[in-house]
Structures are given as C-alpha cells and as structure tokens.
C-alpha cells in the first residue's frame, strides 16, 4: 500500500519567516495530494490540494509543489502569522479506491 | 464542523467493556472512514464505508468493528477495549468525484 512520509516532525520559524514542509510518497499511481491544518481540539481541515497533473498551486501565503518524478510534495506558507500556529498533515490518495493515507504530521509553531 | 458530528465528544471507559463511537452527517456522502490519531503516527485507517452495508478494513483494524445500517451513520464498536485503543478518533466523509475530506470534531477515548 501506500506510505508518506513528512518532514521535519516540528517546525518553529520567526513570524514573518516562510516555512515549508516536505513529504515522500511510494506509490506511483497516486494521483491527488491534500495539505491539512490541525488546530488544538479539532478535526483537520483542508487547506490546499494538488492532483498529479498540476506542478504547482498557490491560494494567497501558502503554496504547494508537486515533482511526481521524485514522488515528493511540499507545502509553503509565506509570511507566517501566529494563527499559522497548528499541525499540519500532508496525504496522498491511494489509487485503488477514495481512501488518503497521511503522513505523520508537522507541528508547526511561529513565534510572535 | 459543519455537516459532520461525532459522538461522544470525550469517553473514559474500563478495560475490557466494548464502546461504540458514533458519525453522523447531513451532506449525504457516499463514503465514510474511522482514523485514530496517536503521536508520532499521524491518522491511521481502522475501517472505511462506501455505501450502505458496504464496509472495509483499514490498516489498523483488529479490534474494532464498524457498521453502517443508513447513510448517515457510521459507527465504529470496540469489542473489547484495551489500553492501546487509548486515542482520538475521527470519523470523516466524502463523496464521489471529490477526494478531500471533511472530517468530525473527533472523540477523545480513554481506556483504564
């Protein structure tokens, strides 16, 4: 099956700083790649997505690029604000049915 | 989350007592997954739905059982409860020709 693979597991940037994150995945049929924000005591929620036929999208600070070649993904958040503080969780779709396998998450802390 | 509702919100129970989690949603999506969050491993796969009766295995199943009698529920039974199954547990839906997610508020369960 599929596995992800994100990095680094903790991210602490100065406000103001760009942050990125970066994830590996294994199956190369996978085909869409969803970024999640996770705040203290809620569900996640979708922030970004890309499918495998675009190398890049942008949606104001945050950003992800895809290189299917390399089977890596990652997320970009420019100009960090303190409610950027959350973690975040890469996932990619497994080929065979709607089902998103995660990586193990990014907590991401910007420090006022 | 708007459409999603889990339930109970928070559960403390007893080694060995089986517990059952409710999902309920109002978007009538066709399919419906179990994720346990636990540090260091992300959001793991218990158990998926794809319609009506229609249920599958995750990648972290022993021990948990699901059912799905209408298309708004999905619960998800622990036989037996144990310590390990100490965790958060999301419920999360989607539907056809949309692969994100949108995922429940989460159930906080705790095992002594």
């Known amino acids: 099956g599929e596995n992800v693979e994100q990095h680094p597991s903790t991210l602490s940037v100065q406000e103001g700083d760009s942050a990125v994150i970066k994830c590996t995945y294994s199956d190369s049929a996978s085909n869409y790649f969803p970024w999640y924000k996770q705040e203290l005591g809620k569900g996640p929620q979708l922030i970004i997505d890309i499918r495998s036929n675009v190398g890049e999208k942008k949606d104001q600070r945050i950003a992800v690029t895809l290189n299917k070649t390399a089977k890596h993904f990652s997320l970009h958040i420019t100009e960090t604000q303190p409610e950027d503080s959350a973690v975040y969780f890469c996932a990619a779709r497994n080929n065979a049915g709607n089902m998103l396998t995660f990586g193990g998450g990014t907590r991401l802390m910007v420090k006022p | 989350d708007a459409g999603i509702t889990q339930s109970p919100r928070h559960k403390v129970t007893e080694t060995g007592t089986p517990v059952t989690l409710r999902c309920h949603q109002t978007e009538n999506h066709r399919y419906m997954y179990w994720y346990r969050q636990d540090p260091g491993h992300g959001l793991r796969l218990i158990h998926y739905s794809y319609g009506v009766k229609d249920t599958d295995k995750g990648e972290v199943s022993d021990g948990y059982s699901v059912s799905r009698s209408k298309t708004e529920d999905f619960l998800l039974t622990l036989e037996s409860a144990t310590s390990s199954q100490t965790s958060v547990y999301f419920c999360?839906?989607?539907?056809?020709?949309?692969?994100?997610?949108?995922f429940g508020s989460g159930t906080r369960l705790t095992v002594v």
């Open positions: 999360a839906i989607s539907d056809l020709g949309h692969y994100g997610y949108t």
